[in-house]
């Protein structure tokens, strides 16, 4: 029914930046609260950053606040994590969905930090 495609994922440095991009299929975007979540090896997956619908109102995990900003655009049906200040533990793969009641999951984009 919604297909969801991450991207802006990559190789940095420590302390370097990644913009990540979701693009969503379907109009009902914009009203759903939506949020990226990131799974690294071995570990359950987490939500670590999420948007209201309109993108009022953010939440992010103890782990990025503060570095971490999600936004979103709806006339293009797009969310974006930009994540500055990455640390090697910020590797994972992320992914976007809805916030409360997630749809199937996408591919999601890998992002790797050195060090």
């Known amino acids: 029914q919604v297909q969801l495609v991450e991207s802006g994922g990559g190789l940095v440095q420590a302390g370097g930046s990644l913009r990540l991009s979701c693009a969503a299929s379907r109009s009902t975007f914009s009203i759903n609260d939506m949020a990226w979540f990131r799974q690294a090896p071995g570990k359950q997956r987490e939500l670590v950053a999420g948007?209201?619908?309109?993108?009022?109102?953010?939440e992010y995990s103890d782990d990025v606040r503060g570095r971490f900003t999600v936004s979103r655009d709806n006339d293009k049906r797009m969310l974006h994590l930009q994540m500055n200040s990455l640390r090697p533990d910020d590797t994972a793969v992320y992914y976007c969905?809805?916030?409360?009641?997630?749809?199937?999951w996408g591919q999601g984009t890998q992002v790797t930090v050195s060090s």
């Open positions: 969905n809805l916030r409360w009641r997630q749809a199937s």
């Open positions: 948007s209201s619908a309109h993108g009022g109102v953010t």
